[in-house]
Nanobody, 122 residues
Framework: QVQLVESGGGSVQAGGSLRLSCAAS????????MAWFRQAPGKEREGVAY???????NYADSVKGRFTISKDYAKNTLYLQMDALKTEDTAMYYC????????????????WGQGTQVTVSS
């Protein structure tokens, strides 16, 4: 069965960086739409970025220019490099995948990881 396991979260000061990883099993990240979402306390889950099977990327306006999504085919792992972090980036971050076209809408995704917490302090 499909399994996604996130790691790399933690606490960082504003302006710092973190890299999140999402190790996939029972699927190839090269063949699927892969995405990152986040959910802050009291807020709805929102799309952060996605990368298509062909490598095309798309980002939410709030993270454009600061976050970079990528995937390593050899490690079958999805990444999210987060730079210039802001306090408003504090949230639980989830990776997700679906078998068809990509979007930043959480309801479109079939498989989810358990999440990794990112906390940015001022």
């Amino acid at each position: 069965q499909v399994q996604l396991v996130e790691s790399g979260g933690g606490s960082v000061q504003a302006g710092g960086s973190l890299r999140l990883s999402c190790a996939a099993s029972a699927l190839y990240v090269s063949s699927y739409c892969m995405a990152w979402f986040r959910q802050a306390p009291g807020k709805e889950r929102e799309g952060v970025a996605y990368i298509t099977s062909g490598g095309t990327t798309n980002y939410a306006d709030s993270v454009k220019g600061r976050f970079t999504i990528s995937k390593d085919y050899a490690k079958n792992t999805l990444y999210l490099q987060m730079d210039a972090l802001k306090t408003e980036d504090t949230a639980m971050y989830y990776c997700a995948t679906r078998t068809t076209w990509c979007s930043l809408i959480p309801q479109h995704y079939n498989y989810w990881g358990q999440g990794t917490q990112v906390t940015v302090s001022s």
